[in-house]
């Protein structure tokens, strides 16, 4: 399976995005399914998971109260809805199956991501 991301772009500190990630040679619902992102110069972190029944989900520290993961089974698609940017978002987002708990990606590649950047 591979995911596809996009939705990001530049906000001001404050605002928010929503981002999305499409799924394709796979089933959405068959996965435990999460959200990475990657600042310049850092490791790629975990952000956000849901399970693959929708009834668990967890986030980073610095994710929760601000960022919410959902999903469409029927587009097969993640979002990731983010308010309350801070310049330390700035990254690049990435979807990819989860291992829970390890929060290790598991499809076999990453999508392109899509870049967020958070102006001060």
């Known amino acids: 399976a591979h995911a596809v991301e996009s939705g990001g772009g530049l906000v001001q500190a404050g605002g928010s995005l929503r981002l999305s990630c499409a799924i394709s040679g796979g089933a959405i619902g068959d996965y435990d399914m999460g959200w990475f992102r990657q600042s310049p110069g850092s490791e790629r972190e975990f952000v956000a998971a849901?399970?693959?029944?929708?009834?668990?989900?967890d986030y980073s520290d610095s994710a929760r109260d601000r960022f919410f993961i959902s999903r469409d089974i029927t587009k097969n698609s993640l979002y990731l809805q983010m308010y309350g940017l801070e310049p330390e978002d700035t990254a690049v987002y990435h979807c990819n199956r989860v291992r829970w708990g390890a929060w290790e990606a598991l499809f076999d590649s990453w999508g392109p991501g899509t870049p967020v950047t958070v102006s001060s």
């Open positions: 849901i399970s693959w029944s929708g009834n668990i989900i």
